[in-house]
């Protein structure tokens, strides 16, 4: 038994120094996404979720086409500040809360061959943004008035699907941090929403051209309306992660630790007033350093 267990370790090995790959991902909609972040990009969180957009989709490259991969994505807090809108733009208004690590989120077509992801591509568009940590849908929980960025995962999988914690490559995309708002504050960013989401055709003001067209597609837009909205209300399907990809995935993390340099919108920070007195309490507060 042991020998045979011993020439299977060894066939994985040599399969696996057989792989050369250089997994690359690429940001789809970029110009849309740097659009937005020169507004300062909002994106709402509610407690059931709400989707993203722009959302992450990406062109994969540099994978072997016969070896599997999972694709994941997380949220990551871009920085430790809370922010306010505030005279038409984002400043930092104080010391932020601290964000608990939780698990990113699978995508549900992992996992899948390299040739079929580099033909698909990976498209986030199941993800939901929430507010309430004991959510159970798999939303991702974020901290509202809280700056963030995706950050994506790439890793390869042994003939067997488990996870190779070596092969983890992460990536984090240009324009796309983002504050988390329960509601809008930016009218701009408001508006380009609108007209952009096809998801918002019914907070458009209708033009000419499309009055001239109506009444030619009344019953394709009123069907395409429905499908829409069946969709919007659909729950979102997220695979569980196993433990030991969690565990995986988190000695990623830590080895990675600090790759993100944050920067604040505003490097003016507010004093924080001070109080009159002592107490015991000022014993076991953090010293301002």
């Not at 033909?119 to 940590?133: E, Q, R």
Request: aromatic share 10%.
């Amino acid at each position: 038994m042991s020998l045979l267990l011993s020439d299977l370790a060894l066939f994985i090995q040599n399969n696996e120094k057989s792989v050369d790959d250089k997994p690359h991902a690429e940001l789809e909609g970029q110009d849309l996404w740097k659009e937005f972040s020169v507004k300062g990009t909002e994106m709402v969180i509610t407690k059931k979720g709400r989707r993203m957009f722009p959302m992450i989709r990406t062109k994969l490259y540099g994978l072997d086409w016969k070896s599997k991969y999972i694709m994941m994505l997380e949220m990551v807090q871009y920085d430790c500040f809370r922010y306010k809108f505030t005279n038409g733009k984002w400043e930092v208004s104080g010391k932020g809360d601290i964000q608990p690590i939780r698990a990113p989120v699978m995508h549900p077509g992992s996992p899948k061959t390299g040739e079929d992801w580099m033909k698909d591509g990976a498209c986030f568009k199941m993800l939901k943004l929430s507010n309430d940590p004991m959510n159970a849908d798999g939303h991702i929980f974020l901290n509202s008035m809280h700056r963030y960025v995706p950050r994506f995962h790439i890793v390869r999988c042994d003939c067997f699907g488990n996870p190779i914690f070596s092969t983890f490559k992460s990536f984090v995309f240009d324009h796309t941090d983002f504050i988390a708002v329960t509601a809008y504050q930016n009218i701009e960013v408001t508006a380009k929403k609108i007209a952009n989401n096809p998801f918002a055709k019914g907070f458009r003001k209708p033009n000419l051209e499309e009055k001239q067209r109506r009444n030619s597609r009344v019953l394709k837009k009123q069907e395409t309306v429905e499908s829409s909205s069946e969709d919007m209300d659909q729950p979102s399907i997220l695979p569980n992660i196993s433990n030991e990809l969690m565990a995986q995935w988190q000695l990623a993390l830590f080895s990675s630790y600090g790759s993100i340099q944050p920067e604040p919108l505003n490097l003016k920070i507010p004093d924080i007033p001070k109080k009159s007195g002592f107490g015991v309490l000022d014993l076991l507060a953090e010293p301002n350093l």
